[in-house]
């Protein structure tokens, strides 16, 4: 099924250790997304891809990286996991601008201890 | 700069009720506006959206209105089933924030039987 494919689902690391969440769009989106998902905070921005060969901060972009491999892909890096990285962590993809809404990853569980 | 406030939940209904979680966004610029609905486990997905004023959303018996005038986006369905039991974020896009989704904290529903 055409979509957003992200890996892993499940992911528990210590405090320190380094991780890359893998995202994957097959419906040839310009512009892709990493949100984090917090109880009560809904979900906040940390990098988004406007367009291939481009990346921008969000609203939280602290204590992450990320890399827009080619059209397709759009990883998430977490050099040095802290707890405060606990978190649903969700990618998206869009045409330009987004107008037309996201679409939306299954959603990858981390917990740091 | 650009927000979305959604009613507080959880909301608690039993089948058949009339539903409706309110939502005001911040007026800046002309943004379309979004529900999307997220089940348990599951990403997000777009339930519905209107992308000028006057417009009317709607899908799968949920509907929302974008009021310029009172700058809200409320949700509703008249008789709620209890697979509708989810949570529920109200999402702006556009304006001065070009395509970035800006979404509210999440209402969870609960349907009982």
């Known amino acids: 099924n055409a979509g957003v494919t992200q890996t892993p689902k499940f992911q528990v690391l210590k405090t320190g250790q380094s991780m890359t969440l893998q995202c994957a769009q097959d419906?040839?989106?310009?512009?892709m997304y990493w949100y984090r998902q917090d109880p009560g905070m809904g979900l906040r921005l940390i990098y988004y891809?406007?367009?291939?060969?481009t990346t921008d901060k969000g609203e939280v972009p602290n204590g992450y990286n990320v890399s827009r491999l080619n059209k397709r892909e759009f990883s998430l890096r977490l050099e040095s996991a802290a707890p405060s990285q606990t978190s649903v962590y969700f990618c998206?993809?869009?045409?330009?601008w987004g107008e037309g809404g996201y679409t939306f990853g299954s959603g990858t569980r981390l917990t740091v201890v | 700069g650009n927000s979305v406030t959604q009613m507080e939940g959880p909301v608690t209904l039993s089948e058949e009720a009339f539903l409706t979680i309110n939502c005001t966004y911040t007026?800046?610029?002309?943004?379309?506006l979004f529900w999307y609905v997220q089940y348990p486990g599951e990403g997000l997905q777009l339930l519905l959206k209107a992308t000028k004023a006057d417009d009317k959303g709607s899908n799968k018996g949920f509907e929302a209105t974008y009021r310029k005038e009172t700058t809200s986006f409320h949700l509703e369905k008249g008789s709620v089933q209890v697979s509708d039991s989810a949570v529920y974020f109200c999402a702006r896009a556009g304006g001065t924030s070009y395509g970035k989704l800006t979404f509210g904290q999440g209402t969870i529903l609960t349907v009982h039987p």
């Open positions: 419906m040839n989106h310009n512009s």
């Open positions: 998206a993809s869009s045409e330009a």
């Open positions: 007026a800046t610029g002309y943004p379309s």
């Open positions: 891809s406007a367009s291939e060969g």
